[in-house]
Each structure stands twice: as C-alpha cells, then as structure tokens.
C-alpha cells in the first residue's frame, strides 16, 4: 500500500507510542524518526547531543524553563540567530531537521512539537498515544527495567517535561485533543490493535 | 458480533458526532440515547423537558452558571434532594436515567457528561468526535440548513456550553483528551470511515 503521509506521535510516557511508531514505519516502510533529530540537529548546528537533551530535560520545571529560555535572548527585535537564546537555537536547528525529514517524503516522527512545527505541511497526521496509569508503570517496568518508584516517578516527571517543552515552544496545550488527529488508549487493545486501528484511519 | 460495551460519545459542536454514535447503534443493533436521556429524567423526575434544556443552555456563560447553580443550594451539609438547587437535581435525575441505560447493557449515549457519571462503570469505552473547523461550518449549514455566520456563531456557543456544563459537573476539563479512549477527527476520511475506525478499536 502506498502511503504518503507524514506521521506525528505525541506520547504519554509508558504509553507504547514509541514503539507504535516504529511498528507503523515497519508495516509502510518508512524511515522512523527520534533520537535521528537530534543527532542530526547537533551535526548540521554545531551544538552537542548533549546541549540538545539537556534542553529537553531542562522543561521539567515550566517556569525555570520560561527564565533560562528568556535570559540570553538580548534581541527579541532583531531575532538574528546570534542574538536568540541557545534554547531557541537548538529549537530552531531541531525545526530545521524536522522540516527537512517531512519534505523527504512519508515518514514517522516522533516528539519534539513536529505536531506543530509541521503545522502548514499537507498530509501530515498528527497522533497522541495515552494508556492508563497501571499500564504505564507496568511498561516501565518490564520495557525500561525499572524499579516501580522510579517507574512512577519518570511518569510524572517525562510527562511534565513534554506538557512544559511544548507549551513553552507552541503556546499551545499539551494533551488538548484539538491538536490532534487521533488520540488512542494503547492498552485497550495493546500495542498491535492500536497499530491496526491507526492503519485503519490513515487509509481514508 | 456480540458487542457488551457502554459507549459514551462527547463530541464538538458541527462534528457528526451524533450521526457517528446512531450508526454505530444501528451496525451493533444497540440502543442510542440522545434526547432520551432528558424525556425519560422529565418523567421521572417531574421537572419539564424544558427545564432540563435550560439547565444546558444556561451553562454558555460559566461565571452566571455558577451562580445561578449556587444559588438555591442552602444546604451543602445536608445534601438531601430538597435542598439541592434545581440544576443539581437536574444533573441528579439524568445521573440516575444514564446509570440505568448502562445497567440495561450495551448501547450508545451521547454527551451529558456519561463518560463522567459511569466512570465507575465496567465495559464503557469514552468516545470524542471532532472536526476541522471548515468542515463543521459546512456540516452545520448543510445539516442543519443554518445560514453560515449562523453556522460559526453555534459552533462557538455550543462548544462553550458543552465545556461549561462539563467543567461544572465533572470538575474535569472538556476536551483533555486523557478523558477518553479514542478522540478522533472525522472530516479527514469523513463519517462512514469514522465509523469504521471505531468499530476495528472496540473489536479489541
């Protein structure tokens, strides 16, 4: 099947959404975007790997987030690349990739407000995966080997860093379904009914 | 198919979420519950039609609604039905219609707030229908033969009434998509496709 869509994935911490991501670019063939952003971003800008998840890690606490974003950007009038804040470069180095992924052709991407930043793209789905609470920690667990108290504590804690990173780069809400297309209960039916749920509603 | 579960739709204003639960009815020969919920509560109740329509229409303004649903609550110690205000009651007696739908086994019910009032409920799977808002315009001129700023102005009112009346009674948000199982925009592969995305989720 032919599938020409550029396919977003916005994902509760636990939920499965990576891996429904890498089972929807399996199933269509298509190149599956995460740590590729990044790794990309840090090549072409200059800045680490490092700088970049450090960033990410740094949006637990919104209203820190908001002071470290602000501080070094002298030149809200002038937003020349030297005069914007790091964070707004290493977000906008991290825009630049994503742009240039989608233009590529169809493809997976996951995290990083590409929801957003592909905003005026056409054929672009945009995807939210959530799961239960009990689901979650029990993911966590199994998948990431964790200890249950660290395992609920990184749900909280991923959880808010999303909810912070992309409010803080899109003035828009985090988890309010409106700018989604879909957004599905991965265990429902587990990982492999959500994915044949999303192949369903992609073949329109 | 043999199909045991209470679906619960929520639905933005212009979506077809209305049309998407009574196909859903008729594929699973269940029954759909819209303007039942309020007749049957009427009758029980005592209180008119009307008066149950009005408790949703006053719900467009938040701040008046919470007052005029404070107002005749004299007794929030004694939480006996005679001192319960009128909107209360109200919600009271559609609380009670819904319980028993439920308990009458599979079927649909749209909006109300059911996916609140039977969150206790085993076998119930929350639904939320939305639409770009081009579409929900056409859909609400064609549908509802409205003229098109007609059509805008109810697309706002509606939806605000329907967040309202949700916030009050639920505490919870209208619209935050950790409400729901499956939230889905039905203009992108249009209402029978929609459908039929729903149908291959609940065969989970």
Chains 1, 2 share one sequence.
Not at 75 to 88: A, L, Y
Not at 165 to 177: I, V
């Amino acid at each position: 099947m032919i599938m020409n869509k550029i396919i977003t994935i916005s994902r509760q911490y636990g939920s499965g959404g990576r891996e429904v991501g890498k089972k929807l670019a399996e199933h269509f063939e298509i190149p599956f975007y995460d740590n590729e952003i990044i790794s990309s971003a840090a090549k072409e800008s200059g800045f680490s790997e490092i700088a970049f998840q450090r960033a990410e890690e740094k949006a637990t606490n919104s209203f820190l987030y908001s002071i470290a974003m602000g501080m070094s950007a002298y030149g809200n009038m002038d937003m020349g690349f030297s005069t914007m804040s790091v964070d707004d470069q290493l977000f906008l180095a991290e825009t630049k990739v994503i742009r240039r992924f989608a233009q590529q052709g169809a493809c997976i991407i996951v995290g990083r407000c590409a929801d957003y930043i592909l905003k005026d793209t056409p054929n672009v789905i945009n995807l939210f995966i959530l799961a239960n609470i009990e689901s979650r920690i029990k993911r966590a667990i199994e998948i990431y080997g964790l200890e249950k108290p660290k395992a609920e504590e990184n749900i909280l804690k991923f959880d808010k860093r999303r909810s912070n990173y992309y409010s803080f780069h899109t003035g828009k809400k985090w988890g309010d379904l409106t700018n989604y297309d879909l957004s599905i209960r991965s265990d429902l039916g587990g990982i492999e009914h959500t994915v044949e749920t999303i192949i369903k509603y992609i073949q329109a």
